[in-house]
């Protein structure tokens, strides 16, 4: 079975301060997986996926096989960065779906 | 201006009604779906719709049902069989594998 795993509920650091989102799956096929994030009255939107490897915002995550892992990462968090973050990881085969994690809320203290 | 629209934002239901929430978009996406979101227990996938007139059972399809007669829109009925309806419930549409969701704005739904 798929699942999505976001340890942490709550996440709290100082601006400026490294943080790191833990993101973790469980999948039989090839994974793709992303994060989403909404920030307070938006509308939840994708920051970044892992097949494109790029940075968003400042944002890098690396896809671990080995430890089927999706971490979310910034090495300077900002105070715009408190939002809550959702990991999500697209199953394959004919009835495609993204399954979300239960996400963790981020607060970035001045 | 495209994207996906939907409404009410609010809506208030009297136990045992059934309420529709309304999802269009205009962004030609062939597949939408529907989530649930509740404080603790982030999206869980009510339905989906991969093309018009079909549509498949996510995980916590029961008290739910919904349509696809138009690529744009795909209305939820939350039905009175639901047992606990009070929730935040999202729409979202993609045109095509691993470019990523787009995400209405969202319907707010309380039991009174």
């Known amino acids: 079975a798929q699942r999505v795993t976001q340890p942490e509920k709550l996440l709290s650091v100082f601006k400026g301060a490294p943080v790191e989102l833990k993101c973790n799956y469980s999948?039989?096929?090839?994974?793709?997986l992303f994060w989403y994030v909404q920030y307070s009255r938006q509308r939840l939107q994708l920051l970044l996926r892992?097949?494109s490897r790029e940075s968003i915002k400042g944002f890098t995550a690396d896809l671990n096989k080995g430890e089927t892992s999706f971490h979310l990462k910034k090495p300077f968090a900002q105070e715009e960065d408190s939002a809550m973050y959702y990991c999500?990881?697209?199953?394959?085969?004919?009835?495609?779906?993204?399954?979300f994690g239960k996400g963790t809320k981020l607060t970035v203290n001045p | 201006d495209g994207g996906i629209t939907q409404s009410p934002k609010y809506l208030f239901r009297k136990e045992g009604q059934n309420v529709t929430l309304s999802c269009e978009q205009n962004?030609?996406?062939?597949?939408m779906y529907w989530y649930r979101q509740d404080p603790g227990q982030g999206l869980r996938l009510i339905y989906y719709?991969?093309?018009?007139?079909?549509?498949q059972k996510g995980d916590i399809a029961e008290g739910y049902s919904v349509s696809r007669e138009k690529k744009e829109s795909f209305p939820l009925t939350v039905t009175s069989a639901q047992k606990n309806p009070t929730a935040f419930y999202l729409c979202?549409?993609?045109?095509?594998?691993?470019?990523?969701?787009?995400f209405g704005s969202g319907t707010r739904l309380t039991v009174v």
């Open positions: 979202a549409s993609t045109s095509r594998r691993g470019i990523g969701y787009t």
């Open positions: 999948y039989s096929g090839s994974p793709e």
């Open positions: 892992h097949i």
């Open positions: 999500a990881l697209l199953t394959q085969g004919g009835s495609e779906k993204l399954v």
């Open positions: 962004l030609n996406h062939d597949a």
């Open positions: 719709s991969q093309i018009v007139n079909d549509f």
